[in-house]
Every structure is written in C-alpha cells, then in structure tokens.
C-alpha cells in the first residue's frame, strides 16, 4: 500500500486526478484522528469543490466516512426503520412533524431520525429542537432502543461516533464556501444515514433560490446520486425533488418553528402553512409506503394522534413539551413597498436574514438564539398594500435588525397578478 502524504492528495486533486482508494481512505482517516490538519482539510474539500469526484471516488470516500465511527444496528428492534433527510431549506422543520407523524402512522414502523444543526442559510432541525426547555439531543445507544421501541421515534444528534469525518467536514464546508456541492453533500448525508442503522430513507432534495442546489438539473443529479449510494448500501432509499424558492410555512428561526410545528400537529395551523403540511404529508405517504405499510398520514394528523407522539418524544429526550419556549425582547415589521400581490418572497434572503437576526450562525463556534427569527405575515398569493408588515423580524438585541433588513432589501417581489400555484413537490426519484 502507497504512503501517502496531505500534500500530494491535495495536489493530484488540485490537478484534477483521480484519486486512489488509499488515498481516499488515509485522508478521511488522518483527517479524522487529527493527524491532517483543518487547513489541509479545506483545500482538498475545495479541490473536490471545483473538480468532484468520480463515482468510484464518491464510493470510497462515502464507505471512508461511514467507517470512520460506528455503525447502529436497529435488527433487534422490532420495527421496519425509515427516516427522512433534507438538503437543507428555509422554514424547513418538516422532520419536528414527520417524525411523530409517521410512527403515530403505525406501530410496525420506527423513525432513528439523527439530525444536524444549521448550516449556511439553512435551519438545522437539532438546534430548532434545543429551543424546548430541557430537551437534549445526545442519546445513548441503550436510551436510542428505548424510546423507538416506546415512541417509535425519536430525534437525535449524531453521536461523536456516528461518521465523525462528517462532523469535522461539515463545520469546515460551512465556514469555507464549500457546502453547495453534490458530491460532498450526498456523502455527508449518506455516511450519517447508511451509519445510522435506518433500513428505509426517502430524501427531500430541495431546488431553487434558498436550497444549495438552484436549479433542477443540478437537484436532480444529487437526488440520483444519493439515491445510488443508497441502494448500493442496501438502504431502500427514494428522493423526492421539492421546491425551495420561498420559505417553508410561515416561520423561520428556532423557537418559532417548533410553534408552527406544534400547531400542524395540533391542526390549527392557519393557511400560511399549507405548503409545510403538503409536502410532510408527501414524505409520509413515501416512507409509509417503503415500509410497506397501508396508512394514510393525512387522517391520522387530523385524528391528533402526531401530538401525542410528539410529545412523548419530547418527554423521552428530557424535554418539557409544555413549557414556554425562549422568545425574542425585540420586533421589526418590514412592510410591502407597493400594493398588489405577493409574487415571490426570497428564501435565500429570508435564511441569510434570520441567521443574521440571531437563529443561525455566522461562525461555526456561534450560539443561536432561540427566539430570533422572522414570521411570515404574507405569502406568496396573499393580497398587500402599500406599507402593510409582510415580515416580521424578531431577535433578541435590536442592533441586529440593520443587517437583517439590509439582506431583505430585494426579497418581497409584488406584482399586478397572484403567481401560479406550484405544487411543492416537483418530482420523484428512486
Ligand atoms: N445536509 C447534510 O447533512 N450535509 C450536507 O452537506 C448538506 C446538507
């Protein structure tokens, strides 16, 4: 076996080479255990950044990330497992509503759900989940078992041992422009799905202005490319390509998405909330039918049953669902600059906005705060007039309304007409 050193894998990817599985194999690995360090790190991330991966690369790194940590077996559990991951959206707190939904579904199935924090723009569903008092996101394997086998799901952070090459490669992608590409986000996500146990997985691949991937080509290559990582593995895996071009529901931020969440499970969410609702109750009625399983999600979510799951999933990981959650001292309205009708509102603009309000971070060592983020007061279709809030900026120390209102300048787009109505999911994959 060749030697190798972080220079020459970062050149021969520099080049454009191919890389060799060792090396492939040796840089995860020194990467991992510290030897390779974060600036050598980030220039081969940029290098495959510019000149991706082979699909024989991908295969090796992708197994290269899995092994780097552990891998959970779910065998003894007694249920089917499925779970769902995004790419990354604005107002995407989908899983807060799909994981109890499903499980409430049927109790043949369980949801292992591990997520992440934010990343770029985008919310991360962990730090969405650590706005409820008391609420932890470590589980331990024993403790795992437990409340799927109770519950039948849970929401969890990768433990530091579930492909902890992806922890230290997602913060750096975060900080170094290099999150947006697909060979690196199909083995992020994949490594952390494969390695979480899950049998079944269908992925919410979002395209347009505030997803990583902008267009549909680009989406559709990533959903095709996860897909076949997936399969390979022997993880039943399906993509469904949805839109991102506005936000999701009518919230963004932390505390706010886990209010707007346990409306819809509680079904008195009001309209704004309607493409939130569609597109959970899409991936359901895929992971249901993966499983094999006849339900239908939509009658269980009105029956009410999801909240009860909700909240003993809260209640399982020390949280306490009916506390009040932190919320934000200060609020900004920003209104409509003309009358007609709202065309378009910017989920780009509206994600790099809240995270400069506070909800995400700009720096990977950063806090949130929970009670920062924007609601939502129109939606795309929803008649203005001059002046009237469509926005409404919420944080907790006002010096942050300046830069947040300065990302906002372009992002509510009014027109003569209502847009079309574009169904939030635009195609399937698998
Ligand atoms: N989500 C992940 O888990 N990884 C990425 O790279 C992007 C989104």
Redesign the pocket.
């Known amino acids: 076996m060749a030697v190798w050193d972080a220079t020459s894998v970062i050149i021969l990817k520099r080049d454009k080479g191919v890389l060799p599985d060792d090396a492939i194999r040796w840089f995860i690995d020194a990467y991992t255990n510290g030897t390779v360090s974060h600036e050598q790190a980030a220039a081969l991330v940029m290098a495959v950044f510019l000149n991706g991966l082979t699909p024989g690369e991908l295969s090796v790194w992708t197994e290269a990330m899995i092994q780097s940590g552990d891998r959970i077996d779910h065998t003894a559990l007694g249920r089917i497992t499925v779970d769902k991951h995004s ?2 959206g604005v107002g995407d707190k989908v899983s807060l509503i799909l994981c109890p939904l499903v499980a409430a579904s049927s109790k043949e199935v369980a949801v292992p759900q591990l997520a ?1 924090r934010g ?1 770029g723009h985008t919310g991360g569903t962990i730090d969405k989940m650590e706005a409820i008092p008391g609420w932890r996101p470590e589980l331990s394997a024993e403790k795992m078992r437990t409340t799927l086998r109770e519950v039948g799901a849970m929401i969890a952070s990768a433990s530091t041992n579930i492909a902890p090459a992806d922890k230290l490669l ?1 913060a750096l ?1 975060d900080t170094t422009g290099t ?1 947006a590409s697909i060979p ?2 199909a083995s ?2 994949m490594s ?1 799905k494969i390695a979480g146990g899950t049998k079944n997985l269908v992925l919410d691949v979002k395209v347009g202005r505030g997803a ?1 991937m902008t267009n549909l080509p680009d989406a559709r290559q990533l959903a095709e490319t996860m897909v076949g990582i997936g399969q390979r593995a022997g993880v039943n895996t399906v993509a469904l390509l949805t839109r991102m071009d506005n936000p999701l529901g009518s919230m963004v931020g932390n505390t706010v998405e886990v209010d707007e969440s346990v409306a819809v499970l509680g079904g008195v969410a009001d309209s704004r909330s309607q493409d939130l609702i569609d597109l959970t109750l899409a991936l359901a009625d895929e992971m249901l039918s993966l499983c094999g399983i006849k339900a239908d999600p939509a009658e269980v979510l009105a029956s009410g049953a999801a909240t009860e799951t909700w909240q003993a999933m809260v209640l399982a990981q020390g949280g306490d669902p009916g506390a009040d959650r932190p919320s934000a001292s200060s609020v900004s309205d920003f209104a409509a600059s003309a009358a007609g009708f709202v065309t378009e509102i910017n989920a780009l603009a509206v994600g790099i906005a809240s995270m400069r309000l506070g909800a995400g971070r700009a720096r990977k060592e950063d806090a949130v705060s929970f009670g920062a983020g924007i609601e939502l007061l129109k939606k795309p279709g929803d008649p203005v007039q001059k002046g009237e809030p469509v926005l409404r900026l919420l944080a907790d120390d006002p010096s942050r309304f300046g830069p947040a209102i300065e990302a906002l300048h372009a992002a509510v787009t009014i027109g003569a007409d209502p847009p079309e109505h574009d169904s939030v999911v635009i195609e399937r994959v698998g």
Request: hydrophobic share 45%.
């Open positions: 790419t990354g992440g990343l997602y992608r999150v690196l986000i992020s996500i952390k990583f």
